[in-house]
């Protein structure tokens, strides 16, 4: 495995994720539509034809390509170093840009210039999981800034428990409205402290779509969510209907006895995510 491998196929994951939606995200619109109220459906039916011009023409989903957050779970045995992965998925973020071609996205907050490649101070946003072995896994996460707008940290009276999360997370799609172009797709965060419920929140959008938790707890609570938002009737593109969020999906780590710390990270109809997977001569690139 040569870090120049690597770098292709981080690219093939990028422009895989961009132009491409993955099954569990398109099987759950689908199942939407069938459900849908006439006004609800025409807006499923123009997002799921723009699924299919943008695989057909291997075309970026939406103009806004996203700002770029990569996850890596790396083994200790991983015969290429953190550093050089870290030098990796820079330069296929600048390489997709130039080649898909992208949207740049990254804007220098003090001269408000556009990098024009989407690297920039701290972007893309790499975050960093050690485990033992030899293998790599990496998530491609790009987001768009409609839905990154209306992402909320809420500090709940611990004494409210779960109920209080729940009231948190529906007034924040409440608050949100058509912004994050409905229905979206909700990561919450429960637990830790305020970076983690925020970053746990973002990274519970990598789980699939058209599941729920394996514990059962957590599955009733996605469940109850998802419920009680549709019942907000805000619809596909804020446009009224039955589906305002397509599915919630939860993270949580352990919380202090005075914080009840909730992250609320939306993700739009357009969930892009991509993974690439190495182990030993093995690369795998998948949605
Ligand atoms: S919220 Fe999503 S679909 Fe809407 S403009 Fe942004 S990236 Fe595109």
Avoid at 85 to 114: G, H
Wanted: proline share 5%; charged share 25%; with cysteine.
């Amino acid at each position: 495995m040569s870090s120049n491998l690597l770098l292709k196929k981080v690219v093939e994951a990028i422009t895989l994720a961009e132009c491409n939606l993955p099954p569990d995200v398109e099987n759950i619109i689908r199942r939407a539509y069938e459900t849908e109220t006439e006004m609800g459906k025409a807006q499923l039916k123009a997002i799921l034809e723009n699924v299919r011009i943008a695989r057909e023409m291997r075309a970026p989903i939406c103009q806004d390509t996203g700002l770029f957050s990569y996850y890596v779970e790396i083994g200790d045995d991983f015969p290429i170093r953190a550093s050089k992965i870290k030098k990796v998925l820079i330069d296929a973020t600048v390489e997709a840009t130039r080649s898909i071609p992208l949207r740049p996205n990254a804007i220098d907050v003090l001269t408000e210039k556009n990098t024009g490649n989407n690297v920039g101070q701290g972007i893309p946003d790499i975050s960093w999981d050690h485990v033992d072995g030899n293998t790599l896994r990496i998530a491609v996460l790009p987001k768009g800034g409609g839905s990154s707008y209306v992402a909320k940290l809420h500090s709940i009276p611990p004494a409210k428990g779960l109920k209080g999360v729940v009231e948190a997370v529906i007034r924040s799609v409440f608050d949100a409205g058509s912004m994050p172009c409905p229905p979206t797709f909700v990561g919450i965060g429960i637990g830790g402290t305020e970076d983690l419920a925020m970053k746990l929140a973002k990274k519970a959008l990598l789980a699939r779509m058209d599941e729920n938790s394996k514990n059962e707890e957590l599955a009733k609570l996605e469940r109850e969510i998802v419920d009680k938002a549709n019942s907000l009737g805000i619809g596909p593109m804020g446009l009224g209907g039955r589906w305002t969020i397509f599915n919630a999906r939860i993270e949580w780590a352990s919380r202090h006895p005075a914080t009840l710390l909730t992250g609320v990270c939306f993700s739009c109809w357009a969930l892009r995510k991509a993974f690439v997977e190495v182990s030993g001569d093995e690369i795998r690139v998948y949605q």
